[in-house]
C-alpha cells in the first residue's frame, strides 16, 4: 500500500510500504528510486525506516478444559490482512490462521475450532499488514468449569 501526500510539506514524499514478510526474507527487497522531474544529486537523502508490527501472545491454552478466543480489532480504515500464528512451547508451529479484518472491524477467533490446536498450548504471533499501531487486542483464556478468565493483551514486539 502506499500513501501519497499532497505535496505541499516536505513530508509529502513519505512512503509506506506494508507487507507480511516470507519465512525466507533473504530474497525480499526494497528499490528506492528519485523523482523523475528533478535533477539530484549527493546532497540528497533518503531516509528508510521499518518498523517490525508484529503482535505477541505469549499464553494460549486449549488444554485442560479451557479454550482461548483471540479479539483483534482494526483501528485503521483500509482493509488489513492478519495471519495469527500459533506455536507449542517448544516453538513448532502448529496453525496459521489468515483473515481480512475491514477498517475499524474486530475479529473473534475462538481457537477450539482450528483442528490443529485441540490439546495445544503455547504463545502466537500476530502479523498484520495495518501498519504502526494499526491493530488492538487480546487473547482471553476461557475456564468453563470454574468461570476463571485470564486475558494476555497483543504487545508489540520491541524494538
Not at 11 to 17: A, T
Not at 59 to 71: C, M
Not at 96 to 120: E, G, K
Request: aromatic residues 10%; without cysteine.
Amino acid at each position: 500500500m502506499v500513501n501519497d501526500g499532497n505535496g505541499s510539506t516536505p513530508e509529502s514524499n513519505d512512503r509506506s510500504v506494508r507487507w507480511i514478510a516470507t519465512a525466507n526474507t533473504l530474497s525480499e527487497f526494497v528499490r528506492v528510486a528519485g523523482d523523475t522531474f528533478q535533477v539530484e544529486g549527493p546532497a540528497d537523502v533518503y531516509t528508510i525506516r521499518f518498523w517490525d508490527t508484529t503482535y505477541s501472545v505469549p499464553r494460549w491454552n486449549n488444554a485442560s478444559g479451557q479454550v482461548t478466543v483471540f479479539l483483534i480489532q482494526s483501528l485503521v480504515q483500509a482493509a488489513v490482512t492478519v495471519n495469527v500464528d500459533f506455536y507449542n512451547a517448544a516453538g513448532t508451529q502448529l496453525a496459521v490462521m489468515t483473515t481480512t479484518l475491514q477498517p475499524h472491524a474486530l475479529h473473534v477467533l475462538n481457537t477450539a475450532t482450528v483442528p490443529q490446536l485441540a490439546n495445544q498450548s503455547g504463545h502466537a504471533y500476530v502479523s498484520h499488514t495495518a501498519g504502526y499501531g494499526g491493530l488492538a487486542g487480546k487473547a482471553v483464556a476461557l475456564e468453563p468449569a470454574t468461570g476463571f478468565s485470564f486475558d494476555t493483551p497483543l504487545t508489540p514486539i520491541p524494538d
